[in-house]
T-cell receptor
Framework: DAGVIQSPRHEVTEMGQEVTLRCKPI?????LFWYRQTMMRGLELLIY????????DSGMPEDRFSAKMPNASFSTLKIQPSEPRDSAVYFC??????????????FGEGSRLTVL | AQKVTQAQTEISVVEKEDVTLDCVYE???????LFWYKQPPSGELVFLIR??????QNEISGRYSWNFQKSTSSFNFTITASQVVDSAVYFC????????????FGKGNQVVVIP
């Protein structure tokens, strides 16, 4: 069975450019999470969807960040305009049930973003 | 507010030694969930275990074991007879039942197993 699929795996862009990260959750999972990992701040939850509806976006850093989940099999995280401090690994995760308390989160392999 | 503390940033052990990773958590909720994840050098996050706050039974899975003690708010993880393949970053995480399902991670323990 396919796991959580993220693309691109690596992205290098210049400051000011728009970045779109994509995620396909595991089929049948109804919760989706976007996390960001940096050396300084560790793993931070950015946003969480349940049944395609954003439930908690309090972790989204600022208005430059936006996330959508148009259907159960696809989500995007967009940064516009990007800044060097956005450089990080962005993980998408999905789970069955209502969020983390229902059980394990299945993580994708991450998208490593470098903003020059 | 929830908080997970993993005090040891990097731990080096010689192969076949045991290594214990400490995790101390803070929460005001009576219902919560604790997790351990492994992040090998390849970067993905691999689920190891989930525990709810009402289940203090310790668990053993092969060379891995977990010690959950509510009295000290700790959920420690031991790798017995470590192997080079155990080299990874290990994260402890907490989710509160009323916390919008946020999975809050600790800073992680970098484990280096020396052959």
């Amino acid at each position: 069975d396919a796991g959580v699929i993220q693309s691109p795996r690596h992205e290098v862009t210049e400051m000011g450019q728009e970045v779109t990260l994509r995620c396909k959750p595991i089929s049948g999972h109804n919760s989706l999470f976007w996390y960001r990992q940096t050396m300084m701040r560790g793993l931070e939850l950015l946003i969480y969807f349940n049944n395609n509806v954003p439930i908690d976006d309090s972790g989204m850093p600022e208005d430059r960040f936006s996330a959508k989940m148009p259907n159960a099999s696809f989500s995007t995280l967009k940064i516009q305009p990007s800044e060097p401090r956005d450089s990080a690994v962005y993980f998408c995760a999905s789970s069955l049930g209502q969020g983390a308390r229902s059980g394990e989160l299945f993580f994708g392999e991450g998208s490593r973003l470098t903003v020059l | 507010a929830q908080k997970v503390t993993q005090a040891q940033t990097e731990i080096s052990v010689v192969e076949k030694e045991d290594v214990t990773l400490d995790c101390v958590y803070e929460t005001r909720d009576t219902t919560y969930y604790l997790f351990w994840y492994k992040q090998p050098p390849s970067g993905e996050l691999v689920f190891l275990i989930r525990r709810n706050s009402f289940d203090e039974q310790n668990e053993i899975s092969g060379r891995y074991s977990w010690n959950f003690q509510k009295s000290t708010s700790s959920f420690n993880f031991t790798i017995t007879a470590s192997q080079v393949v155990d080299s990874a970053v290990y994260f402890c995480a907490l989710s509160e039942a009323d916390g919008n399902n946020r999975l809050a991670f600790g800073k992680g323990n970098q484990v280096v197993v020396i052959p």
